[in-house]
């Protein structure tokens, strides 16, 4: 598996586990989270992606009673979570309405309830998970600096921002952003276009995607996009899915897919991705298919 360095003493494997579902599953025993994250370090598959909001506020802390029983995953692993929605759920049931909160106080708490829950002294990689309209840069920023210099965090990044957003954030800081966590995948494949994915590989920030099987639309249903999948995968004897992605991480902006599944049979077969040979054509006859019409 091969790494994306995020700093100077951090990387993340090039495919995460994306942990969103995890409160989904019926069993949600330390055990089962284990044998997840076992699967996945089968592959070289290092790096867990949390939010606080993920299963109402609870994911976190199933993680954290996996870890709490198996103290030795944690040095085998990177820890992404992310921060800033408020939804009338879990801790936040009295909120009047949901909405974004990236003031300093609400960061430094956030940053607390996940640390707990998660039973870890540091969070490897924390995200602003979405732009807060009421954002003051300046107040954000410091908060997220003091939390790298603290030690609670070791790096900082953002999730579906657009590029003013980020240069917004950026400006008011010293620690640099290291990450954008946007939506990609080939049936959502306006960030190849609108600048999105542009803007990060100018500056050479290597994105994460979320969803990056179309929340999984690309691998059911009778459509051009699996038809075009299903002859690649034939060809090569994996399935959509490791199609799919491969075609994610052929791309020259160094795409991180997040991948979510609950089915231990699904995570082995995660990096069946990188057995895929993707050669340019490929790619377009894949990005045609996905639209409905060949490149002007």
Same mark, same amino acid.
């Given at each position: 598996m091969d790494r994306t360095q995020l700093t100077e003493d951090l990387s993340m494997s090039r495919i995460v586990y994306g942990m969103w579902r995890l409160d989904e599953d019926s069993d949600t025993s330390p055990a089962h989270i284990q044998a997840k994250i076992e699967a996945c370090l089968a592959q070289g598959?290092? @790096? *867990?992606? +949390?939010?606080?909001?993920?299963?109402?506020?609870?994911?976190?802390?199933?993680?954290?009673?996996?870890?709490?029983?198996?103290?030795?995953?944690?040095e085998k692993c990177e820890i992404v979570t992310k921060?800033?929605?408020?939804?009338p759920v879990g801790r936040y049931a009295s909120a009047r309405v949901k909405h974004y909160d990236t003031s300093r106080a609400h960061i430094?708490?956030?940053?607390?309830?996940?640390?707990?829950?998660m039973n870890i002294e540091q969070i490897d990689l924390l995200l602003v998970h979405r732009p807060d309209p009421m954002m003051d840069h300046r107040e954000t920023g410091a908060a997220l600096d003091?939390?790298?210099?603290?030690?609670?965090?070791r790096a900082v990044g953002?999730?579906?921002?657009?590029?003013?957003?980020? @240069? *917004?954030? +950026?400006?008011a800081m010293e620690t640099p952003l290291v990450t954008n966590q946007i939506e990609i995948s080939l049936s959502t494949n306006d960030a190849f276009t609108n600048g999105d994915l542009a803007f990060l590989q100018e500056r050479g920030v290597a994105p994460m995607a979320w969803s990056p099987l179309g929340g999984g639309s690309l691998m059911t249903g009778d459509h051009?996009?699996?038809t075009a999948l299903d002859q690649v995968a034939n060809a090569q004897g994996v399935d959509r899915a490791a199609v799919a992605v491969a075609w994610l991480l052929a791309h020259p902006a160094g795409i991180v897919p997040v991948m979510g599944t609950n089915k231990l049979d699904r995570i082995a077969t995660f990096s069946d991705a990188l057995k895929v040979k993707m050669d340019r054509e490929t790619w377009f006859a894949l990005y045609e298919a996905a639209n409905g019409a060949?490149?002007?």
């Open positions: 598959i290092t @790096t *867990l992606d +949390q939010a606080d909001i993920y299963g109402g506020y609870e994911a976190e802390e199933l993680l954290g009673a996996a870890l709490k029983a198996a103290p030795s995953l944690r921060c800033d929605i408020v939804a430094e708490a956030s940053v607390a309830h996940s640390l707990r829950l003091g939390l790298v210099a603290s030690g609670k965090v953002v999730s579906n921002f657009k590029l003013h957003d980020w @240069t *917004l954030l +950026q400006s051009a996009a699996g060949e490149v002007p």
